[in-house]
Nanobody
C-alpha cells in the first residue's frame, strides 16, 4: 500500500511556472512507476508524464513536452512536476499516481494508487 499527497498547485498567469510535489508513504516508493495525470471539467483524466523507478526513462504527453519536467527523489519518497511556460489550457486538477512494475503505461485505469489532486489554474 502507498498513500500519495500532492502539493504546490495554485493560480498563475500564462507564461509562469509552478512546481508540484507528490510525497508517498511507505518504504517501497523506489519500486513504483510514478506518473502525473490531469483532469479538466467535463474531460477525461489524461496522462501528462511518467518516470521509471530510478528515473532512467521518462515519458511526456506531446502537449507538455519541452515545458514540463518530471523528476523523483527516492530518498524523500517524492516525485516532482516542474511546469514552465504554462498556458490556460493547462488548467486542471493534477493527480499523482503510482503502479507496480517498471514499464510505461499512460492509461489511468492501470494505476493502483492516486493522490487527492491539486488544482492548477492558469489565467490568460
Amino acid at each position: 500500500q502507498v498513500q500519495l499527497v500532492e502539493s504546490g498547485g495554485g493560480l498563475v498567469q500564462a507564461g509562469g511556472s509552478l512546481r508540484l510535489s507528490c510525497t508517498a508513504s511507505g518504504r517501497t516508493f523506489s519500486r513504483y512507476f510514478m506518473a502525473w495525470f490531469r483532469q479538466s471539467p467535463g474531460k477525461e483524466r489524461e496522462f501528462v508524464t511518467a518516470i521509471t523507478w530510478n528515473g532512467d526513462r521518462i515519458y511526456y504527453a506531446d502537449s507538455v513536452k519541452g515545458r514540463f519536467t518530471i523528476s523523483r527523489d527516492n530518498t524523500k519518497n517524492t516525485v516532482y512536476l516542474q511546469m514552465n511556460s504554462l498556458k490556460p489550457e493547462d488548467t486542471a486538477v493534477y493527480y499523482c499516481a503510482a503502479r507496480g512494475g517498471n514499464y510505461y503505461n499512460s492509461v489511468a485505469g492501470e494505476y493502483n494508487y492516486w493522490g487527492q489532486g491539486t488544482q492548477v489554474t492558469v489565467s490568460s
